[in-house]
Nanobody, 129 residues
Framework: QVQLVESGGGLVQAGGSLRLSCAVSGDTFSSATMGWFRQAPGKEREFAAAINWSGWSGRTIKFADTVKGRFTIFKDNAKNTVYLQMNSLKPEDTANYYC???????????????????WGQGTQVTVSS
């Protein structure tokens, strides 16, 4: 059974950095898309970033406008883990962050929560001003 386990959340001051991890267990995927979403209290879960990988087309990355230029996303094949590096954090980045896996590796629609088959349990990120 596929499981996603996030880690790396915590409390950080504005301007600081955190690196979130999403470890995939139960299977390896030669082609897939991993998305990161976040949900602040009282708000809907929103797309933050995604990485798509496949054997023939390499890797493609997309970011929400709200995090572009501050967040990066990358995958460590050996560890079967996707990372979300968050720099220049702002108080408005405070949220519970979730990783999600689309096992079909579709190359469009990454912003849609419905596209993803598996979800992690979430990790809390709090940015103080």
């Amino acid at each position: 059974q596929v499981q996603l386990v996030e880690s790396g959340g915590g409390l950080v001051q504005a301007g600081g950095s955190l690196r979130l991890s999403c470890a995939v267990s139960g299977d390896t995927f030669s082609s897939a898309t991993m998305g990161w979403f976040r949900q602040a209290p009282g708000k809907e879960r929103e797309f933050a970033a995604a990485i798509n990988w496949s054997g023939w087309s390499g890797r493609t990355i997309k970011f929400a406008d709200t995090v572009k230029g501050r967040f990066t996303i990358f995958k460590d094949n050996a560890k079967n883990t996707v990372y979300l590096q968050m720099n220049s954090l702002k108080p408005e980045d405070t949220a519970n962050y979730y990783c999600a896996l689309d096992v079909l590796g579709r190359r469009t629609g990454w912003e849609s929560r419905n596209q993803y088959d598996y979800w992690g349990q979430g990790t809390q990120v709090t940015v103080s001003s």
